[in-house]
């Protein structure tokens, strides 16, 4: 029997809001980083054909100028999509306990909040569209398009 070579995937797209405000710091060495967590919900229709939802909280964690945008654009309630991968780590508690944690490693992140951008002749917030994609520029995405991963549907829903 031929050996056969599990691909090498690792890849995660998850929309959802953020539960609180991203927590933004430097590195020792200045690299910025913000860590956040988002409620992504998912409804269905339980055996008596009721509509339920089920939320799953995913820790979000993302660096350099992509962690700069998070800081000046997100906040408690925001919605973002992240495009990203699965990490683990593991670190020592206070009490001596090992704790470890699974969140994804944000490669983009489309923000998908309107934003308030003037006040009009009254004195009230215009909303227009937020351009509001922001990617990890120390990842070169030449050999790697996000696209590929969409349905044409969600390609439109990127588009809009």
Same mark, same amino acid.
Request: charged share 30%.
């Given at each position: ?44 229709? +339980? $055996? &008596?054909?009721?509509?339920? %939802? *089920? ?5 979000? =964690? ?57 006040? +009009? $002749? &009254?004195?009230?917030?215009? %909303? *227009? ?5 922001? =990617? ?25």
């Amino acid at each position: 029997m031929a050996d056969l070579k599990m691909p090498e995937i690792n890849y995660v797209i998850v929309a959802g809001n953020l539960t609180k405000d991203p927590i933004f710091r430097e590195t020792t060495n200045g690299t910025p980083v913000v860590n956040f967590s988002i409620a992504s919900n998912r409804k269905f229709k +339980d $055996s &008596n054909n009721q509509w339920q %939802e *089920d939320v799953c909280y995913v820790g979000v =964690v993302a660096w350099n100028k992509l962690a700069e945008s998070c800081r000046e654009r997100l906040k408690k309630g925001s919605a973002v999509l992240v495009d990203g991968e699965l990490q683990s780590r593991s670190w020592k508690s206070d009490e001596g306990h090992t704790r470890s944690i699974v969140e994804i490693k944000a490669r983009r992140i489309q923000f998908l909040n309107k934003r308030l951008i003037n006040s +009009d $002749s &009254n004195g009230n917030g215009v %909303e *227009d569209e937020d351009p509001g994609f922001a =990617v990890d520029d120390s990842i070169d995405y030449t050999e790697d398009s996000f696209d590929k991963f969409l349905s044409d549907e969600e390609s439109n829903l990127m588009k809009q």
